[in-house]
């Protein structure tokens, strides 16, 4: 099996190498013994957003398909609670139950009008060989030779009106948006724009798209979701270009036959590279009091950037000569799972006993489940893209 890294190794290693080499599957690999009791809310929500937008029910009708959204809020959070117990109370999961299904009723309100896309999978993995660019391109290694993999997951793939492909990343946030330049510079999603790319060579991704949801209640009582006409975003804003009529027939129409955007024929886009606009905006923002929708459009250079980053930090992960070193501060060490173990070791002592008591080795990845939508392309708009003249 090939050397594999995540992002979440990588984000270790460049927040605390210490942290890094308690944790990391490369390393010694160990995780608390006893997992997290609280309901994660922002993974229950994805889930149910994985029903809602499987690519083979995006045209059918939301009486059908919303039942079954709620049902896999609720799966989500009873596998949870299975996992870790009763640990929280009672109170506590059915606290975040209804949030869950308070935040479901107003994003099925707004949703429609701001879906400017068509799912292809949902949840998709991959895995792909890091590359160091060169001159020349080769492939980053271990000490023993090894070829070294960048594996993933991303929570849609989904297509536009203008048949241009982009990586959505599902976010729940805590208190106030986090400002536009945070996203513009979340390292991990340009990285799977470029992993993908890698992954299914020939095919282009335009860019990104955060969709933000937040379940704190809006500060004035509100019984529907409010839609936010598109606004500026660092100064730019949505353009579409030509009359009505020709804006109306580039939206991604859901919930008719054959619909979902899929209903375009895949001879057609075998031939034909997207159509988009003329002056296209780098970001593109909708919002409403609970929802935020920010689409980033990542340019080839950027992408090309984030796979030489990529590389730089696996090369370092991979030297044999590399001290594990702390980063200690408040932010660092608030969320670290190894503060024990890390004191001691600060202290100048072994830390084998604290390890033995509050630690252990990661269990093997599972085979995951097969994921709706997960692994198969369609075979209209969500079509997979031709391969280049003279590809495999």
Known sequence: MPYQITQ??????????????????GRRNLEPARPPAAPDLGLAFREALDVYY?????????????????????????????RCGAGGGDGAWQRELDAGRWLLDRYFDWS???????????QPEFE?????????????????GELIRYRGTVDMLAV???????????????????????????????TACWAWEQLYPG???????DNEFRAAAPPQPDTEAKVARPRRAGGLRRWLPGTREDQLQRQVRQHEPSGGGRSIPQHRRLYAAAQEPARPDRIEQEAAANFRRTWVRRSRAEVAEAGR?????????????????PSPSDENCSACAFVAPCEEVSAGQEPDAALRSGYRQRPAQKTAEGRLGGGVWGLGRGAAPPRPRGGP
């Open 309 to 325: 980053r990529l590389a730089a930090d696996a090369a370092r992960m991979m030297d044999p000569g590399l001290i594990t070193e």
């Open 8 to 25: 979440a190794d990588r984000t270790s290693f460049l927040r605390c190498r210490r942290q890094w080499d308690f944790g990391s599957a």
């Open 203 to 209: 095919m282009t991704i335009s860019g990104t798209i």
């Open 112 to 122: 429609p009008a701001v879906d400017r896309f068509a799912p292809v999978q949902v």
């Open 160 to 190: 536009d009106a203008h048949d241009a492909y982009w990586i959505v990343r599902h976010r729940l946030v805590t208190g106030d948006w986090p400002p536009v330049g945070a996203l513009v510079g979340d390292e991990e999603a340009v």
């Open 128 to 144: 792909v060989d890091i590359i160091d660019p060169g001159p020349p391109p080769r492939g980053v290694v271990t000490a023993g």
């Open 54 to 82: 499987f690519p083979g029910m995006w045209d059918w009708q939301p009486r059908v398909t919303r039942p079954l959204v709620y049902q896999g809020l609720d799966r989500s959070l009873a596998r949870q609670r299975e």
